[in-house]
């Protein structure tokens, strides 16, 4: 009997075996770009044909593979898998995949030779592309928002460091009248208010759960968005902090939320080796999240996916 389970779960893993021994080759034989990519599809595939029970034994297969040391030399794969911060998708990650000099910090040790090659090739992903589209697509956000307003407030929830802000003229140039970062990490909005607290940012160190409870008093505003946020909320939490953002809206403003899409290039790697589960959802879903807002409510709703095809937005504005 014991024989029969054995063999069994030599079968199951055993293709999963060669793949990380021949990425292993590559990338330790300067094959790196090659043997990552190989990597990252090869754990796609292998998480799309695996029950969620066979894909939980394989990812600690995979962190038990020799590989696993390489792939580490990497700043993003191994600070999402040590969770310095207790999460993963830190400021300090973001920032390494933004490419901000604050980000030196982040490298901790100094960067061996493999693992700048492979931080380049993990920083270089439609995942992490999508990450700075996303940063791109807020700061236009604000700044279209900012000249259509009297005395513009905008609210983001689930800051981190802001880096949108570098972007946005509007806020360089203090046309925003105030503009409230959220987060419930009081470090990094410390390093928020360090770079951008000379335009008048103002920072809120809480959690999202005063904002569902109605505890906190901030007001309303023009555009409220949250990104990063929602990939960590389940369906109730996501569907009730919809309701609650857009009843913090003035009439006729906006709120953005994103979320990363399902079966991403990259879900396979970020599992197994950075120990990154997201909550990944599809355009339906994301649409869907207005289901506690009266229709009656919105005036426009849009959701579409940025040029990477990671990242999804929805997008409503109140009549
Ligand atoms: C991936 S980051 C957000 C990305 C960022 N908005 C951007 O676009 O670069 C996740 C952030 O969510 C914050 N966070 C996670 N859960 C939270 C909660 N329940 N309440 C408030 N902030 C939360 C964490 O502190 C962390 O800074």
New binding site residues.
Partial sequence: MRATIRTGLDNELLPLGRLLDEAREMVSFGDVVAGMNNLFQGLWQSRIESSTEEWRRKTTFCVHHPIRGLVHEDPITRRSYLKPRG?P???EL?DLIYGDASANSSFGDELSPLGSQIYSFTSRDSSASA?RT??HI?SRLIDEIAPLRRHPRIL?V???HL??ASFSSALRDRRIREFVA????EK?LLEAMSCYGRYGITTVQ????PLLTRKHHLGKFDLIYS???YD?LNAATAHRLSAKLFEMLRPGGLLAVTNFRKNIPAVGYMESFMDWWLILRDEDELASLDSEIHPCEVAQKRVFVEPNQNIIFLVLSKT
């Fill in positions: 999460y998708g830190d400021a973001l990450v996303r940063r807020l983001s689930a800051a981190v880096r949108e959220l987060d419930q990490d990094s809480s959690s999202i759960r990104t990063g946020l960590y």
